[in-house]
């Protein structure tokens, strides 16, 4: 007859794997909590990739849960955001910058030329071929 699995709760996982980051044996805490040291392995990278909401109990988690991680989501979703379009803006204002210099120097180019009056005369600019 197969093994029912353990639900441990969101409150014992965190103090497991506080205590492991504390400086506790793995091998101690597991035979306290009758458990594998992998699992408490595996726990601490939870905890580490996603802090204490990531330790969730087994099955489908409940909606406060859900619309609470969907919030975090949402505000970090909110910050890239804001800082992508602060990104966007100082490229645009480095881009109108770059178009002022050049519209400035086509001006210059543009007062220093001749008119050509007569067919044949010579161009007001020298020539770039050497």
Not at 34 to 47: A, C, E, N, T, V
Not at 60 to 66: D, F, I, L, W
Not at 85 to 90: F, S, V
């Given at each position: 007859?197969?093994?029912?699995?353990?639900?441990?709760?969101?409150?014992?996982?965190?103090?497991?794997?506080?205590?492991?980051?504390?400086?506790?044996?793995?091998g101690?805490?597991?035979?306290?909590f009758?458990?594998?040291?992998?699992?408490?392995?595996?726990?601490?990278?939870?905890?580490r990739?996603?802090?204490?909401?990531?330790?969730?109990?087994?099955?489908?988690?409940?909606?406060?849960?859900?619309?609470?991680?969907?919030?975090?989501?949402?505000?970090?979703?909110?910050?890239?955001a804001?800082?992508?379009?602060?990104?966007?803006?100082?490229k645009?204002?480095?881009?109108?910058?770059?178009?002022?210099?050049?519209?400035?120097?086509?001006?210059?180019?543009?007062?220093?030329?001749?008119?050509?009056?007569?067919?044949?005369?010579?161009?007001?600019?020298?020539?770039?071929?050497?």
């Open positions: 007859m197969p093994k029912k699995a353990r639900d441990f709760s969101r409150e014992m996982k965190l103090a497991a794997v506080r205590r492991m980051m504390a400086g506790e044996s793995v101690a805490l597991a035979r306290e009758k458990l594998r040291r992998h699992l408490l392995y595996l726990w601490r990278d939870h905890f990739a996603g802090g204490p909401s990531a330790l969730r109990t087994r099955g489908r988690p409940r909606k406060s849960e859900a619309l609470a991680n969907a919030s975090v989501v949402a505000t970090d979703d909110l910050s890239l804001r800082q992508r379009i602060a990104e966007l803006e100082r645009v204002g480095q881009q109108h910058l770059e178009l002022d210099f050049f519209r400035q120097a086509l001006r210059q180019v543009e007062a220093k030329r001749r008119p050509i009056d007569k067919p044949g005369a010579k161009p007001s600019t020298p020539s770039s071929k050497r």
